[in-house]
């Protein structure tokens, strides 16, 4: 990082010397399309997105993800009849596509500081028999009253058709712009898209995914961002390796954690974390 500062406003600019901020792929996105969505979430809390994964994608995905559903849930929240994977990004390039999509990270560009994190990166297949799970908020974990802007955002992509019937996500819209009110179960809507689409929604929004009252299980990906001053659900500086690192795109690894949020968040031993993808790096 520059040593370059001679006053408390320079400490809040980009510091990088070597490596300097790395713009967002949303910034290929209509600038009217990305209003119209962000005028969306900022109304009703969500936005469906639709069609953003094509059929071979899709197929990609299930095909990746199949032989690796073979854990359950090991509580209510996270189903007892919900198969989950943790820690995607070392397991199979296949959900890359959902984590940075520009479509979304347009969204994230609006509503959050640069270098925002992805939080988290996950796998939910949900079967037959499963209950709807208990309402919830994805940022409420973090202890800050409402109401509040929102500290993070979720996405949750349907790789199979998400219907009333079969487990889609419900959530109550206008709900990120409650108070200290609980959510009655009255109120839950369900998430009807088709395969390749997505919802985007605020951290603050009551959501939970519904209960399968079908035949067939329900696979989706979900992944969650935070601003970047927050530290994000999933260790992923600890759990995926500078290998895997390398391979993503530019996109996935500054949300990882590889970027710096003014002045000094996330340096390693002074220095910009990139600096460890360096083929010299010295070991940690």
Same mark, same amino acid.
């Given at each position: 990082m520059s040593t370059d500062v001679s006053s408390l406003t320079d400490l809040g600019g980009d510091l990088a010397g070597t490596y300097r901020r790395t713009p967002s792929s949303g910034a290929t996105i209509d600038p009217a399309v990305s209003a119209a969505d962000l005028a969306a979430v900022q109304r009703d809390g969500y936005v469906i997105l639709p069609d953003l994964l094509t059929p071979q994608e899709l197929d990609e995905i299930r095909e990746a993800v199949a032989p690796l559903l073979d854990r359950r849930g090991r509580n209510d929240f996270e189903g007892h009849t919900t198969q989950?994977?943790?820690s995607v990004l070392n397991k199979t390039r296949a959900c890359d596509r959902i984590a940075d999509h520009p479509r979304v990270l347009a969204l994230l560009d609006r509503l959050f500081l640069p270098n925002y994190l992805l939080s988290m990166l996950q796998v939910i297949n949900i079967l037959p028999g499963e209950q709807a799970q208990m309402l919830h908020t994805d940022d409420g974990f973090y202890p800050l009253p409402? !109401?509040?802007? &929102? #500290?993070? &955002?979720a996405t949750i992509w349907a790789i199979d058709d998400f219907t009333a019937e079969n487990g889609a996500t419900d959530i109550i819209a206008g709900s990120h712009l409650w108070?200290?009110? *609980? !959510?009655? &179960? &009255?109120?839950? @809507? !369900?998430?009807? *898209?088709q395969a390749g689409s997505c919802v985007f929604f605020l951290g603050t929004l009551w959501h939970g995914g519904g209960a399968n009252r079908s035949p067939n299980p329900r696979l989706a990906a979900t992944a969650q961002y935070c601003e970047p001053w #927050?530290?994000?659900? @999933?260790a992923f500086t600890l759990s995926i390796t500078r290998d895997t690192v390398r391979t993503v795109s530019e996109d996935i690894?500054? *949300?990882l954690g590889y970027s710096i949020h003014p002045p000094f968040i996330g340096q390693v031993d002074g220095m910009h974390p990139k600096r460890l993808l360096e083929p010299d790096a010295p070991p940690l």
């Open positions: 989950r994977i943790y409402r !109401p509040r802007a &929102a #500290l993070g &955002a108070g200290h009110r *609980m !959510p009655d &179960a &009255a109120e839950r @809507e !369900p998430v009807v *898209m #927050l530290r994000p659900q @999933e690894r500054r *949300m």
